[in-house]
C-alpha cells in the first residue's frame, strides 16, 4: 500500500491550497482516511479525516471552518482543501490510511502513511 501526498507550496497568509492525497490501497474506499501535520520543533497532530463513505468528517478545532476533507473513490484520493491559511499552519502535511471505516482522530489508528508534503504560509 502506497499513499502520495501533493499540492504543497508556499502561500501568502489568507490564501488557498489544495492537498491531494492518491493511494494504491485497492480498497481503499472501505477505509477512513485522515490528514496529519507536523510543524518544527513539535509533534504530529490531527487535522482532519474522512470515513469510507465520504459522508462523515472530522476536523480539529484549529482548522474547523476553514478545511475542507473529501474523497473520490474513483479515483483512489481525498482532498484537503485550505482556505484562510495562517502563518500558524505551516508544518509538513501527512495523509495516513486507517484500519477502520470510521472517522478517528487517533494517529495509532492509522496503519498506512504517505511521505508527507511541505506547506508554508508566509508573506
Known amino acids: 500500500v502506497q499513499l502520495q501526498a501533493s499540492g504543497g507550496g508556499l502561500v501568502q497568509p489568507g490564501g488557498s491550497l489544495r492537498l491531494a492525497c492518491s493511494t494504491s490501497?485497492?480498497?481503499?474506499?472501505?477505509?477512513?482516511v485522515g490528514w496529519f501535520r507536523q510543524a518544527p520543533g513539535k509533534e504530529r497532530e490531527f487535522v482532519a479525516t474522512i470515513n469510507w463513505r465520504g459522508d462523515s468528517q472530522y476536523y480539529s478545532h484549529s482548522v474547523k471552518g476553514r478545511f475542507t476533507i473529501s474523497r473520490d473513490n474513483a479515483k483512489n484520493t481525498v482532498y484537503l482543501q485550505m482556505n484562510s491559511l495562517k502563518p500558524e499552519d505551516t508544518a509538513v502535511y501527512y495523509c495516513?490510511?486507517?484500519?477502520?471505516?470510521?472517522?478517528?482522530?487517533?494517529?495509532?489508528?492509522?496503519?498506512?502513511w504517505g511521505q508527507g508534503t511541505q506547506v508554508t504560509v508566509s508573506s
Open positions: 490501497r485497492t480498497i481503499s474506499g472501505f477505509y477512513a
Open positions: 495516513a490510511s486507517s484500519r477502520y471505516f470510521s472517522v478517528s482522530a487517533t494517529q495509532t489508528d492509522y496503519d498506512y
